[in-house]
């Protein structure tokens, strides 16, 4: 089965500063990929998914933007946080009909 | 567009009781439906997954229905117990393609009480 490993858990960060979330994935080759962002009060919304190195889509026009430079690597980033960035950040993959999340990284922007 | 609601959005419960969670969703052109458990501030943990043309699925104590014409699935949670305590979610993929747009819904927090 598939392992995700995402980091850091937890993460405050100033409005402006930059940001780089990383995700990777174990167990499987070639997944699909995705960021999720889960706000306060509200469902898991789709970010970015990826089917193959160096191919991103955008669901959403954002102050984010996302990279995929190996099989099984996945990094969210930002040039400049705004406080409507907060979140909490999932990190899922496919390889298959069920969708595997990591644990999730908590990010405040303050 | 599709949109995915599980009503209620919180559930208590004494413990050995048997309970349903409720999730619908607008457009029945799904391709599967997967419903997720998601402990605080954790991930998501799949459950079940039904594709369009089953009709249920079960794993241990727990059971999900869809009824894919009226827009609706069930989670069946049998002889709950405090360790059930969790958000539970569903989710459906449109379309036939493997890139898993789930479209989530907002989820119901359910505690069991011991």
């Known amino acids: 089965s598939q392992t995700i490993h995402q980091w850091p858990a937890t993460l405050v960060q100033p409005v402006g500063s930059p940001l780089s979330l990383e995700c990777t994935v174990e167990?499987?080759?070639?997944?699909?990929l995705y960021w999720y962002r889960q706000a306060a009060g509200r469902g898991l919304q789709l970010l970015f998914y990826?089917?193959?190195?160096?191919?991103i889509s955008s669901e959403v026009p954002q102050n984010l933007s996302a990279s995929r430079p190996q099989d099984r690597q996945f990094i969210l980033s930002s040039k400049k946080l705004l406080l409507s960035d907060s979140g909490f950040y999932l990190c899922?993959?496919?390889?298959?009909?069920?969708?595997?999340f990591g644990s999730g990284t908590q990010l405040s922007v303050l | 567009k599709q949109e995915v609601t599980q009503i209620p959005a919180a559930l208590s419960v004494p413990e050995g009781e048997n309970l349903v969670l409720n999730c619908s969703f607008t457009?029945?052109?799904?391709?599967?439906l997967q419903w997720f458990r998601q402990d605080p501030g954790k991930g998501l943990t799949s459950l079940l997954l039904?594709?369009?043309?089953?009709r249920e699925q079960t794993s241990g104590r727990l059971n999900a229905s869809l009824d894919k014409s009226s827009g609706r699935s069930t989670l069946y949670i049998a002889a709950s117990q405090p360790g059930d305590s969790a958000t539970y979610l569903c989710?459906?993929?449109?379309?036939?393609?493997?890139?898993?747009?789930?479209?989530f819904g907002q989820g119901t927090t359910l505690q069991v009480k011991p």
């Open positions: 899922a993959s496919n390889r298959g009909e069920k969708l595997f």
């Open positions: 167990g499987t080759s070639n997944p699909n």
């Open positions: 990826s089917v193959g190195i160096g191919q």
């Open positions: 457009d029945s052109a799904i391709y599967n």
């Open positions: 039904i594709q369009s043309s089953q």
């Open positions: 989710a459906v993929r449109r379309g036939s393609s493997n890139t898993g747009k789930l479209i």
